[in-house]
């Protein structure tokens, strides 16, 4: 596709369950990366991917938060035991990778997890 | 520990007038800084790139300014519009090589025709 697209664009689940986010980022971007927005806030980083393994995990919370790309194109954003905490817009973004620093960021439109 | 900061956190101008954002951050020694635009309920859009060696980047109506020396970076919208209302938000990498970025909490800008 033309830009970067994430599914769902809502989710709604119960407090302890699972829930799987999916982005497929724009061909030919190595570099992918997820942030969380809560309301009013910016985005914080999560985790940042180059190619298929992760670069930098440092912004995932715990161990209930698991990302995965496993051919080096579409992302998998894993949450077990979900909590009422949680719930915030998930944003994947992609970029091609610059040596420096990172390129220039596309976003998709988010996933909008609600916990119960 | 980089931090961004943007002031004010919302600004209301009438149709047509020019405006300054802001955006100033605690570790100068940045690869580059972007400025994004995000409407409610959607992501974000890049609007402008700037590198740690550049000064300022024009994008159509909107310019951006770098001055790494001082940690900040202007957004600057000429002739405003209503379709510029939006929150506007700006980011830079944590420390030099990090390839994620550290964003402001954005200035909500409301454009009243």
């Known amino acids: 596709g033309a830009g970067v697209s994430q599914t769902p664009s809502n989710k709604v689940t119960e407090k302890g369950k699972y829930v799987e986010l999916r982005c497929d980022p724009i061909?030919?971007?190595?570099?992918l990366y997820w942030y969380r927005q809560s309301l009013g806030q910016g985005p914080e980083f999560l985790i940042y991917f180059q190619g298929t393994g992760a670069a930098d995990d440092s912004g995932l919370p715990n161990d209930r938060f698991f990302a995965v790309r496993p051919e080096g194109s579409v992302s998998t954003l894993k949450i077990q035991r979900t909590e009422r905490g949680d719930s915030a817009v998930y944003l994947c973004?992609?970029?091609?990778?610059?040596?420096?620093?990172?390129?220039?960021?596309?976003f998709g439109e988010g996933s909008r997890l609600t916990v119960l | 520990k980089q931090e961004v900061t943007q002031i004010p956190a919302a600004l209301s101008v009438p149709e047509g007038e020019n405006l300054v954002l802001n955006c100033s951050f605690t570790?100068?020694?940045?690869?580059?800084l972007q400025w994004f635009r995000q409407d409610p309920g959607k992501g974000l859009t890049s609007l402008l790139l700037?590198?740690?060696?550049?000064r300022e980047q024009t994008s159509g109506r909107l310019n951006a300014s770098l001055d790494k020396s001082s940690g900040r970076s202007t957004l600057y919208i000429a002739a405003s519009q209503p379709g510029d209302s939006a929150t506007y938000l700006c980011?830079?990498?944590?420390?030099?090589?990090?390839?994620?970025?550290?964003f402001g909490q954005g200035t909500r800008l409301t454009i009243n025709p």
């Open positions: 973004a992609s970029s091609l990778v610059l040596a420096g620093g990172p390129g220039e960021l596309f």
């Open positions: 980011a830079v990498p944590p420390i030099r090589g990090a390839q994620k970025l550290v």
């Open positions: 700037i590198q740690s060696s550049q």
């Open positions: 570790d100068s020694a940045i690869y580059n």
């Open positions: 061909s030919g971007h190595t570099a």
